[in-house]
């Protein structure tokens, strides 16, 4: 019944177009037509413009990239708002819109997360009530030293983890990586929940190694472990 009940409310469209400076890619859900921006360059993040019956919202808008104002153009509608470096304290672009309340645009509805404020990444943004949209998006592998660099940043993580899991959003999105569910959303939750739990029982890194090592045997980015452990311990 689930797996019906979304393929109705939720459509996937492959890659609209794709130029040398990046690709666009759409998701359709209810209403609301979400363009992806993705860089050719993986370390870049990616943009969002949100389509509505009135107009657009653009969100992350990249500082430059002729490709995405080429696109934004091809739509010949109004850019209704922005949302640009939001994060958790308010700080960022809406500026009269505070973390923790919403906004309405053309028809769309934006929910701005309370965010995790020991995290320098912008809020989390609720789209439409079913597309959550943050720094990462979730993935089946280990998380690099890059994101668990420190043992406040674990914690931290796993709140932000815990209140992206309770939003029970359909997809999940992130300025990286690739767009996933709330399947993936509680994997990401249950391995920082194991991380943490490791990070306080083990003396020394090799010992938390070797525990996530068992506890996630055939888990890729092993290679990331060891890193992980030397900001940790």
């Known amino acids: 019944m689930k797996k019906v009940l979304l393929s ?67 739509f010949y509608m109004p850019v209704l ?12 672009v809406p500026t009269e819109v505070k973390a923790g309340g919403n906004v309405s645009k ?15 990444y912008q809020a989390a943004l609720i789209i439409g009530g079913k597309i959550y949209y ?3 998006a979730p993935v089946r592998e280990h998380l690099s030293a890059d994101r668990l660099n420190s043992r406040e940043a674990v914690n931290a993580e796993f709140e932000a983890a815990q209140k992206a899991f309770s939003k ?16 993936a959303q509680g994997f990401v939750l249950n391995y920082l929940r194991d991380v943490k739990k490791n990070m306080e029982k083990c003396s020394s890194a090799e010992e938390f190694v070797a525990a996530m090592s068992k506890a996630y045997p055939k888990l890729k980015g092993a290679e990331n472990l ?7 311990f």
């Open 81 to 92: 708002m922005e949302i640009n470096n939001f994060k958790p304290s308010g700080e960022g």
């Open 168 to 183: 029970k959003c359909l997809y999940y999105l992130g300025q990286y990586g690739d767009y996933s569910n709330q399947a």
């Open 8 to 74: 109705a409310v939720a459509i996937i469209a492959l890659t609209m177009s794709a130029t040398a400076q990046g690709n666009f890619s759409t998701l359709t859900s209810g209403y609301y037509k979400v363009h992806v921006y993705e860089p050719t360059d993986a370390s870049q993040p990616k943009a969002l413009i949100v389509e509505g019956d009135k107009g657009l919202v653009v969100i992350d808008r990249p500082q430059s990239s002729p490709a995405f104002e080429e696109q934004l153009t091809n």
């Open 134 to 136: 943050s720094r990462y």
């Open 226 to 232: 060891e890193s992980v452990a030397a900001k940790l």
């Open 106 to 120: 053309g028809g769309m509805k934006f929910i701005f997360t309370e965010g995790t404020e020991t995290i320098d």
